[in-house]
């Protein structure tokens, strides 16, 4: 998107409210915050693109990793594709 362009009908839903204890799972390792998204879109020759990401949330408590917190692109293929 250009700067000051908008998207009309953008949403992002989260269903679960984030807790104290839910944040404690998730630097624990007991659970796993999973993000995916998919954004299609025109490109300057009106072609229709396709964008897919997902992103998974490590924890520092990781050791087997040995990765920093934060999130890494993660997933199946299909989910990180882009045409």
Not at 56 to 75: P, V, W
């Amino acid at each position: 998107m250009a700067p000051g362009e908008r998207i009309e009908g953008l949403r992002a839903s989260v269903f679960e409210p984030f807790d104290d204890e839910m944040i404690k799972k998730l630097r624990d390792g007991s659970l796993i915050l999973w993000i995916y998204g998919r954004i299609e879109y025109f490109d300057f020759a009106a072609q229709k693109r396709v964008m897919n990401f997902c992103y998974r949330y490590f924890s520092s408590t990781n050791i087997a990793l040995k990765i920093d917190e934060g999130f890494m692109s993660s997933g199946p293929p299909s989910y990180r594709a882009h045409t």
